[in-house]
């Protein structure tokens, strides 16, 4: 192991670290927000707006064993147990998102195994193999060895195990906030090894003036374009059987600019909607 590698080991510690804590803030923010949970409690049958667009893609879960990684409070996971998944187990880097995952979890009457651990320890931390690995919305991002990653999906699934992807675009992911001048790119689509480093006492929700504070505002994240995703799984051992590229979003980001649609929010422009992909969603399964 070369000095720049132990460099990169030990700065990913940090990094994680202060990316627990503010995902722990963040948990109780989340919650106070809703987050979709009351309407999930609501009814047994009930499944998360968040998974509802790859129902299509999971298919029948009857019977099936699956992993959820970078589950957060829970909600999709819960709805996979619904969808007729024989053993559910939601992974998380956040002890205290799990906490409340548990809490919701028991509420909702859903058998679910929670572990904490960060997902590059997923093949240590949970024990047999897997017929689904599914993961979604802000999730790459989080992470900054795709490689790695892609590795320990592979390792997680049982020989024909599949894994459903949907997430942010990495170009999404590379335009700015600021739409004053117009879309432009203000973050690297090629991301270096050094994060994109955020202070932030706000989270993606809305939230009331009383909301739990978040303490922890520092987080780090790496940006990963669509040919270094889809070969990390090719070189895993992985089969692509869908590569789909989406002119919606799964959540507004540019309010002036967007509005509801079925599958999320679009662009309220017409013409804006060919030329800014929104969201990538990939369904893989394990060859060798």
Known sequence: MTGADRTFIADNDR????????W???????????YGIDALLASPTAISADIAPDRERLGDLTGLDVAHLQCHLGGDTVSLARMGARRVVGLDL????????????????ADIEFVEANIYDARRALTGDFDLVYTSLGVLCWLPDIRAWAGVVAS???HGGRLVLRDDHPVFQAVGDDTVG???????YFQRREPMTWEDEASYVQTDADAPAIAHTVSHQWNHGVGEILTALLEAGMALDEVT???YSAWCRWPELMEPCAQGYRFIDPALRDRLPLQLAVVAHRSC
């Open 15 to 22: 990094y994680f670290a202060d990316n627990r804590s503010n």
């Open 24 to 34: 722990d803030d963040r948990a109780a923010l989340h919650e106070a927000s809703g």
């Open 94 to 109: 956040s002890g205290e998102s799990l906490r409340r995952a548990r809490s919701i979890a028991e509420r909702a009457g």
């Open 182 to 188: 117009g879309l432009t790119l203000h973050e690297p």
């Open 245 to 247: 590229e989406t002119r």
């Open 156 to 158: 997680l699934l049982r």
